[in-house]
């Protein structure tokens, strides 16, 4: 079937839009392919079309989870055969989907980076037919982008064992270098670039200076009406700014990556039906998220780049409609951001230091360590050796950039459990307490496959049907299990971090100009670009930001704040264009006037005030004891 047709059949649109024709093109004709498209742009239509019109099944790469969930849900109510593989499946639900793939049931398969190096993967991979490669986020591959991710470098392993697959790279954020880094990181055979401008003429970019940002946050979100976003740096102040707004009467909610999966779900999905206004959160939210009519979206706390600024505030205004973009910004924002750079590239011997100190925590001797894991107490860790939370946290990520360690300082894995007993003989279980089986009836009514295998469980959603508190589910299952009728596997949350060399003397680790000062660079290259956007009043904002993405041919918004106070200060010079010219006409004779003449002229006096200020302060005349004349060259 043509694309267009397939366009028009499952989506309901007469026609592509923008550059998506000429990428669907380009994919279908067996080229590697780069799209450049904003948020908003229509990229998934640029692999969804694509892959109904060819053989096979293409395989999505994204980290985005949430995004992979609703994608997945849309296509199949569309009809489209659609599945994904995410961390929280069991063995058994990933090797369905997988074999389905393998046996033509599914035709757009997501799948996260890390799940590329399993061996379950690979091995089922080589008997698919697979149409193309789509890799979303494709900044994330790049070491030069603002959003790095080790785990994106395994897609080039993937290409060796589909060596004819082409690939479809999409981004929305990437400079000109990231752009080249991206295509050799993917092994693109020939360059191949679509791009469309990132200029968004319905989103108004606005810096406002404010020296009290919680009272200029409370005035923005009352002058502005609508659904909003509010983000800020950290996991506390998500709730602080929450609670801030609620005690003005602007309903609000959080949002971080530390809370459980039940509560992000629901807070989510409440503000996505606009249950509620506003929801603050840390960059951890938004990315795949699908709400069209976001108004405004208001950055209190300063990103670390245009990037990261750009990526967020395009989330305002997608359904095309006037929404805003607001960074407020004041001088103690410029000292954080430096302060930012020496957060994250800590002094060299400072990493040493930490490398030794970790040898000492562990008992690891030289020449011995490699291959083993430990679990990661950075509290106590740094309080044995007297370091810095934040920068021992920076000196583990260099180490790991180096090759000496891995470090797992986010671990994501939920509970699961399996019953021990079998379904029968729960029926005749004595000595068990009600909300122990409230617990037993709630797990057998959510989950399936309980007897079979573990299963991951959300014991936010088993506390919600069961009518007990989180800690109580915790606690009874824990007691479950030991009575041995469910084993029981608490989330971890500990980091961890295992030897990928064996341990050497500090002194002779070596951290290379390409781990440590290259990066230190365009870091440092980031920050200043962020601070000169807030801080340049004389450019339009909207051409500042394309101008960073290698837009430079670009007009005035006219909306902005910048475009904003030029225009008044162009209405200005206008109201004062006539009596101006009437001051210097009757200065002309080079003789000493009373300034009481200027009340003779027919204008009013504010702007022969403003007229008669101007040529002062610009040395166009001088005024001697009331009287003025002009200056002579």
Request: charged share 25%.
């Amino acid at each position: 079937m043509e694309c267009r047709q397939i366009l028009q059949q499952y989506w309901g649109y007469p026609d592509f839009r923008g550059i998506q024709k000429d990428i669907i093109e380009s994919i279908c004709a067996g080229h590697d392919t780069l799209g450049l498209m904003p948020t908003g742009g229509g990229k998934s239509i640029t692999f969804q079309v694509p892959a109904l019109a060819m053989d096979g099944v293409c395989i999505v790469i994204t980290p985005l989870i949430a995004l992979m969930k609703d994608q997945v849900d849309h296509l199949l109510k569309l009809g489209i055969k659609a599945a994904s593989i995410y961390s929280g499946m069991t063995r058994p639900e990933i090797i369905k989907v997988l074999e389905n793939a393998v046996f033509g049931g599914v035709k757009i398969l997501y799948v996260s980076p890390e799940r590329l190096s399993s061996e379950l993967f690979q091995a089922k991979l080589k008997h698919m037919k697979v149409s193309f490669i789509t890799v979303d986020e494709a900044h994330c591959i790049s070491q030069w982008g603002y959003d790095f991710r080790p785990s994106y470098l395994n897609i080039a392993d993937i290409r060796k064992l589909k060596p004819d697959v082409s690939i479809l790279a999409l981004t929305a954020t990437a400079t000109t270098k990231v752009v080249d880094d991206i295509q050799e990181k993917l092994g693109f055979k020939e360059k191949n670039v679509f791009r469309m401008s990132f200029e968004r003429k319905n989103l108004t970019y606005v810096v406002r200076l404010a020296s009290d940002k919680d009272q200029q946050l409370i005035h923005i979100l009352n002058s502005v009406k609508g659904c909003a976003i509010v983000y800020v740096r950290s996991r506390k102040r998500t709730k602080e700014i929450a609670q801030m707004l609620n005690d003005n009467d602007i309903k609000a909610t959080y949002y971080h990556a530390g809370l459980e999966h039940y509560t992000k779900d629901l807070r989510q999905k409440e503000w996505q039906n606009d249950k509620t206004r506003v929801i603050v959160a840390t960059n951890a939210f938004g990315m795949g998220i699908d709400k069209p009519n976001v108004r405004i979206v208001v950055h209190i706390d300063c990103p670390d780049s245009i990037e990261a600024y750009f990526q967020e505030a395009g989330r305002a205004g997608r359904d095309s409609k006037k929404a805003y973009a607001v960074l407020l910004y004041n001088d103690g924002d410029c000292r954080k951001l430096h302060k930012r750079i020496t957060d994250n590239f800590p002094e060299k011997e400072y990493v040493r230091k930490v490398y030794d100190s970790l040898a000492y925590f562990y008992q690891i001797g030289v020449g011995s360590g490699i291959g083993h894991t430990f679990a990661f107490d950075i509290g106590k860790f740094c309080h044995n050796f007297g370091l810095s939370m934040i920068l021992v946290d920076s000196s583990l990520r260099i180490l790991e950039r180096a090759g000496y360690i891995i470090y797992e300082n986010d671990p994501k894995n939920s509970a699961r459990l399996i019953f021990l007993l079998s379904r029968n003989q729960l029926y005749i279980l004595e000595n068990i307490t009600s909300n122990e089986d409230k617990i037993i009836t709630t797990l057998l009514r959510l989950y399936g496959g309980l007897f079979n295998d573990y299963t991951y469980i959300d014991e936010g959603l088993i506390a919600q049907k069961s009518g007990l508190t989180q800690q109580q589910v915790y606690l009874i299952l824990k007691n479950l299990s030991m009575k041995r009728i469910i084993h029981f596997i608490p989330q971890r949350k500990t980091p961890y971090i295992s030897y990928s060399k064996n341990r050497d003397d500090g002194e002779r680790i070596i951290i290379s100009k390409s781990v440590y000062e290259d990066r230190k660079i365009e870091f440092e290259k980031r920050i200043d670009a962020i601070i000169k956007y807030a801080t340049n009043d004389s450019v339009c904002r909207s051409r500042q930001l394309l101008r960073y993405f290698g837009e430079t041919d670009s007009n005035d918004c006219e909306l902005c704040d910048v475009c904003l106070e030029h225009n008044t200060d162009q209405a200005s010079e206008d109201r004062i264009s006539l009596p101006k010219k009437r001051i210097l006409e009757m200065l002309k004779d080079g003789k000493k006037h009373h300034i009481t003449e200027l009340n003779e002229m027919d204008i009013p006096d504010r702007q022969l005030d403003e007229a008669l200020e101007f040529l002062i302060n610009e040395e166009y005349i001088i005024n001697d004891c009331g009287y003025i004349m002009l200056k002579q060259k």
